[in-house]
Every structure is written in C-alpha cells, then in structure tokens.
C-alpha cells in the first residue's frame, strides 16, 4: 500500500468512526489531491459530510466537495454541494462566487448574476467577529484548491481574503504563486485597494525567483523571510560546546542532510545515489527527514543507503534539534532552504556547528545560521559572490544526478498525443517558471517554424485554456501548444526522446528537469542571467559539455532554436554527443561529485577548527530591499545595475548615516 492510499484508509477510518476534525479532513484532501485524484478527494468529502451533518464548519466542507465535483465536470452535484454549503452558512461567501460560475456555465446568467448579488449584499454584514473564522476558512479553502490545481477558484479565495484583511503574508505568498502558475502577466496585479509595493515586500523568495532577475533583491528578500519565518528558540541545546568538541576527533565527520524532500520528490531523485557512495573512512552519513512520504520507492532506497535515518516530523522545533545534537553532527546540510516544509525554526536551535545551504533552494538564505552555500564556478562567480551571505564553495558541478534512475518503456509520439511528424520543441518546467519573456521567445519560435508544436507540463485546465488564447491573440494556431499529463518519474523520462528540443524559462531556468532531458539525449537550450536560479542550466550544460547551447540574451535563444529547429543534422550530432558522454562527462560522475563533497566538508571542519568559520554580513540589506521592491526594472549590463543600487543606497545616505558592508557600500564615508 502506497503512503497516499495509507493516508486515505486512515482517514476514511477516523470519519467512519467520528474523530477526524476539519483541518485534518483538509490536510488528508490536500496529500491525495497532489496525485490527481480528484475523485478520492470528492469521496473523503463527501463520507465526511454525510457522517457530520451537524458540524459548525460543514458549511467549509461543502465548498471543498463543490470545488472537487466541478473539477470533475459534475456540474449537478456541485451546484447541489455549493446550495447545501450556502444555506449551513449564508454569510460564507465563495460558495456564491462558485456557485454563479456554474450557472453562467449551464447558461443561466440571471441565476448567475443573483447568485453574485446575493454575496454583494452579504459582505454588508460581515462583522468583526466573524472576519477571524472567514480568513482561516478562506486561507485553507484556498491551499486545497491549489493542491488541486483549481487554479482560479484559489486565486479568487485568496484574493477575497486579502480584500478582508490585506496584511497576511502567507496569503499574499499564496496569491502571487497561483497568479504566476496562472502565466497571468502582469503577476503583481494588487487585489482590491493594495499597492504592488505592499505585496513586493512579503513575496516569497521562490516566487521573486521567478519573478525578476535581481539577485541583491533576492539576497535582501530572502533574509527578511528568515527574519519573518524563523521563531526564537526556546532555551538553548546544553552543552553544546563540548558536543561541538567531540563532534570530529579521529573518527569519521558525521555529516546529517536535513530535508522534508527526501521521497519522491526532485530534492530525493537528486541525492537518492550519493548517500551510498559517501567513504565511510571519511563521513558517517545521517538523514533527518522533516516530510511525510517516507515510504515510496525514493524514500525507502535513501533509508537503505544511509547509516542513520531520523524521522523528526512529528518532533518540535526544540525537540528536534536536540536530537541532531545529541548525535554530534559536524556539519549539518540544509536540504530544503526557503521551500516548503523547511525548518529554519529549527536550525535556530543551531544544532550543528556548521551548518550549510545547498540544493533545495536555489539562491542564498539570507540568513545569520547559514556558514556556507554549496555551487560551482559558473552558477556563482567570484565577482558575484557579494550576492550570497554565506561563504561560497564550489562543486566541478552543482547538481547531483541518480544514474540508476528508472526509465519507463519506450514510447511513440502518439501515445502522448503528439503530431506524427514535425518538430517538437518542448518545456517541462512548472507553470509557474513561465515569465512574460519567455512566453514572447517562444512565440517567435513557433512563428518561425510553422511545422512545430510546443509541449508543455501545465495541470491545470484553465491555465492550458488562457495559454491557447494568448497563442490564438498572437494570430498563430491553438492546437500548436500540446499539453503533457502528469505522470511517474520513470514514465515522464520515457518521454524525452519524443522531443527535438528542449526551451529553458528565465529567470528561473530548469533544474532537474535539465538534468533528465540530458540524461535522455536530448539538448536543452538556455539563457542565464545574474541570480543563482538563472545560471543552473547553464552550469548543467556546460558540465554535460554542450556550452555552445548557453545563450547571452533572447535575440540569441531564439535564434538557436530555430536554427536547431530547422537542422536535424545538428540535433542528430548533439544527441549523439550526450550519448557518448554520457557516462564521462562531469554532469553525470555522481562518484566525482560525492568525493568533491567530502573535500568540501573536510575544508569546512578545517575552517571550524582554526576558529575561521565564516559569519554571514546581512549589513544594510533592509535598505537593499527598500530598493529592489520599487525598482521597475533591472539593466542587462552589470555596472548599471549596480549604479541603481548605489544611487538608492546614496538617496538613503542623505537623510540617516549608514553602516559600511561587503557588497556595494564597502566604505559608507
């Protein structure tokens, strides 16, 4: 039994038997909504609601199986579902909203336009009271809406929350992500009376990812997050100096990786080989897992292969981060960064003398527990090192690849619904990496190359619906954009092969989709910027000893691709060299990468033994932010760039005195 049906069967157990409470309910949807299965999620909702019709909150949960029955086009029983949700509880409000687009969709719009009336009339009375529960109902409503790639219904419940009460920072995180999955350009529209400032300042540090190229914003972004994010530890770890003190010796370095990704997952299909290839001679290998899919394949391969397996899900902050000391690790990696189901709170606890950021996010933490960030030559420079508050080290290449990865059966262009013949240019990025530039350089690519589709991985139905008719407004055909399903890993790298070429996004490029398209053959065409996020495709590329398909603009990546397009001589020639190289070039030397690991830590312990570690200068980066959140552009040439921080940083120094740092005001006199 799979953790996603363990996790059904435990939950249609509680509901039979009357324990399983609302945000529980919400949290089981949410886990089974991530796989697909809408029609899972319709049923838990409804068991639940036949088993509870009396409950206060049956009025939330009759909105959720609305929202799962209009996914699954059952257009009676949602508007059923919407009805019984709005009279549990009149003044709850997105039922109407849903309720209307159904009718407007059956063809009823009067109903439809009373429907919206009805909740026009029913904001009047909202009362104070009331506004705590409906922000905590709209919050979570929204979040499963969002697993289940209801894309618009969530906009719109996190949209009404915010017109409610505009200062919820997670909510704004919420709203921008879905607007970026959306491909809704501009993406910082502010709802109802907000300024773009105002949710600039609480964006999350993925989402300023793909949002802008601006690498000092990130790093000024990403440390209020930490700030925002991090709770104060409660007391401190006992003796922790003399715990430090044993940590090494003459004995193996204890190295722990930290993540809540270790399973099914990029961060787990990524690292799944090199915990076994670690030299116990010179590491003794601990996993501390912080996420809930411990038991599908990835995860249980990781558990085989490493020395120690914590499971610390269900410790606190406090409780497990003792348990890391109490291990006496040396370094600790930090797996997850500014993702989801990150634990900075706990690593405030400072659990391990060293502690480092690699892999899971890409970019800089920001932040005062990090010593180092683990990348390579070409993601980070030396002249961009002042971008990052932890001390660079560098990898031959960043990435670490699975080369005992499953690979599906072979497949055939129509299988996956693709044109027999023509070209098929492809992107298996997330929706949400598809900026208003890179949408343009495809568009031109497909004007350029009329026999060619563009393959894409977007889940949900209404955002493939808008994507066809901004292709449609730009007079080229709709039916040219082919929408890939979401499948296992084995079976989505079975279909690489179909593809011709492969577009990167910018500014935040492909990761491990990069990786799998090269594992497979196929060339993937890229342009970094300045930000860490930019640059990984490039390095990959470089690393799999392609370099010529790195990009310096747009001009460039669309020429490539058309030329490549229309040049099967040179695609033939590409994947013939990623076939040969496959087992010697740099990208693909997982052991290389792990024994440049291990130097890496041993130069880290020799740092912490001579009294050097390095500590993270976070000097003058609220002003840093100040300028990035209201800047409206950022210049392709460095100096600019770094003119319109100092010139900030300068209008700042008129009014108050400010303190020197090791970025751009290295002397403040």
Same mark, same amino acid.
């Given at each position: ?6 996790? &059904? ?129 709209? @919050? ?7 697993? =289940? ?48 400032? #105002? ?12 949002? *802008?190229?601006?690498?000092? %914003? ?12 991090? *709770? ?7 003796? *922790? ?6 940590? =090494? ?22 690292? &799944? ?35 120690? %397996? ?32 990150? *634990? ?30 683990? #990348? ?69 690519? $497909?004007?350029?190359?009329?026999? +060619? ?25 709709? #039916? ?58 490039? +390095? $990959? ?17 669309? #020429? ?44 880290? %312990? ?43 940083? @300068? ?14 005001? @290295?002397?403040?006199?």
């Amino acid at each position: 039994m799979s953790g996603l049906e363990a996790t &059904a069967v435990e939950a249609f157990r509680q509901i039979e038997a009357g324990t399983l409470d609302v945000p529980a309910l919400l949290g089981a949807a949410g886990q089974i909504g991530q796989s697909g299965d809408v029609a899972a999620v319709a049923a838990l909702y409804q068991a639940w609601v036949d088993r509870n019709p009396g409950h206060p909150l049956l009025y939330a949960v009759l909105y959720n199986l609305g929202s799962a029955r209009t996914a699954l086009a059952q257009r009676e029983p949602a508007i059923a579902a919407l009805e019984a949700a709005i009279q549990a509880n009149p003044d709850f409000l997105p039922p109407y909203i849903n309720l209307g687009l159904l009718l407007e969709q059956g063809g009823n719009a009067q109903a439809a336009v009373g429907a919206w009336q009805s909740a026009a009339d029913r904001m009047a009375v909202v009362t104070a009271e009331a506004i705590e529960g409906k922000l905590f109902a709209l @919050k979570h409503l929204g979040r499963v809406l969002a697993d =289940a790639n209801l894309d618009e219904e969530a906009e719109e419940t996190f949209r009404l929350s915010l017109t409610l009460d505009s200062h919820q920072r997670d909510v704004i995180q919420h709203w921008i992500n879905i607007r970026q999955r959306q491909c809704r350009w501009p993406v910082i529209r502010p709802p109802g009376a907000m300024g773009a400032s #105002a949710l600039l300042h609480d964006i999350s540090p993925l989402s300023l990812a793909a949002h *802008r190229d601006d690498p000092l %914003w990130q790093l000024a972004n990403a440390a209020h997050s930490t700030e925002a994010e991090t *709770r104060k530890p409660q007391g401190g770890l006992p003796d *922790r100096d003399s715990v430090w003190q044993k940590a =090494a010796g003459s004995r193996p370095l204890r190295i722990g990786y930290l993540s809540s990704d270790l399973c099914n997952h990029a961060v787990g299909f990524l690292t &799944a080989e090199i915990y076994a290839l670690h030299d116990r001679a010179n590491v003794e290998v601990f996993a501390y897992s912080t996420g809930g899919r411990q038991s599908d394949r990835i995860g249980l391969r990781i558990q085989e292969t490493v020395d120690h %397996w914590r499971d610390l899900q269900t410790l606190s902050d406090s409780e497990a981060a003792q348990r890391i000391h109490d291990d006496e690790i040396a370094i600790l990696i930090d797996l997850n960064g500014h993702t989801k189901g990150s *634990r900075a709170s706990l690593l405030a606890y400072r659990p391990a003398p060293i502690i480092v950021n690699w892999l899971g996010y890409p970019g800089t933490m920001g932040s005062p527990l990090h010593n180092y960030i683990i #990348a390579d030559d070409f993601i980070i420079p030396e002249e961009d090192e002042l971008y990052y508050s932890e001390r660079v080290v560098r990898l031959p290449c960043y990435q670490p690849t699975d080369r005992q990865r499953l690979v599906g059966r072979p497949l055939d262009r129509a299988a996956v619904g693709l044109p027999e013949g023509g070209l098929v240019y492809c992107s298996f990025n997330e929706a949400r990496k598809i900026s208003e530039e890179s949408w343009k350089c495809w568009v031109e690519i $497909l004007r350029q190359t009329p026999d +060619s589709v563009l393959w894409l991985l977007v889940p949900a139905e209404s955002t493939q619906r808008h994507l066809r008719n901004l292709l449609s407004a730009e007079g080229l055909d709709p #039916a040219r954009l082919i929408f890939a399903e979401q499948w296992l890993n084995p079976e989505h790298l079975a279909r690489y092969p179909l593809v011709d070429v492969v577009l990167d996004t910018f500014p935040y490029g492909a990761h491990t989709t990069a990786s799998d398209a090269l594992w497979m053959g196929v060339p993937v065409i890229t342009r970094p910027g300045r930000s860490f996020a930019s640059r990984v495709c490039g +390095s $990959l590329l470089r690393a799999a000893g392609l370099p010529e398909l790195i990009c310096r603009n747009d001009a460039e990546l669309i #020429a490539l691709a058309v030329d490549l397009g229309t040049s099967p001589e040179k695609r033939l020639r590409l994947r013939e060299r990623l076939r040969l190289n496959r087992d010697s070039c740099i990208l693909f030397d997982t052991p290389g990468l792990v024994a440049a690991l291990e130097r890496l830590y041993a130069g880290m %312990w020799a740092d912490y033994e001579a009294g050097n570690l390095p500590r993270p200068d976070l000097s003058n980066l609220p002003l840093y932010e100040e300028i990035g959140v209201e800047l409206s552009h950022v210049p392709a040439e460095r100096e600019d760039y770094h003119r319109l921080y100092r010139d900030g940083l @300068k209008a700042f120094g008129r009014y108050r005195f400010l303190s020197s740092d090791q970025r751009l005001l @290295k002397n403040a006199d």
